[in-house]
């Protein structure tokens, strides 16, 4: 489950970070899409960069990699 946040300041968006980019990951980031108000995406965690640079393009947030 994604971390959250609280905003400070009524009116904000909560701010999340997504790990992975399978169907579940996809299920959030069409949660986030219909309420942008209520919830922002801010980064995705994927494991390739291949993977990461399709999920930047599609969802326009940026993506990092997993250390290994």
């Given at each position: 489950?994604?971390?959250?946040t609280v905003p400070d300041r009524p009116g ?11 169907w579940r990951s996809e299920f959030f980031h ?39």
């Open positions: 489950m994604p971390a959250m904000q968006p909560a701010t999340f970070g997504i790990v992975g980019s399978g069409r949660v986030a899409q219909a309420i942008p108000d209520v919830l922002r995406i801010t980064g995705v965690v994927t494991r390739s960069a291949e993977r990461g640079d399709g999920v930047s393009k599609a969802w326009s947030v940026p993506s990092v990699r997993t250390s290994q």
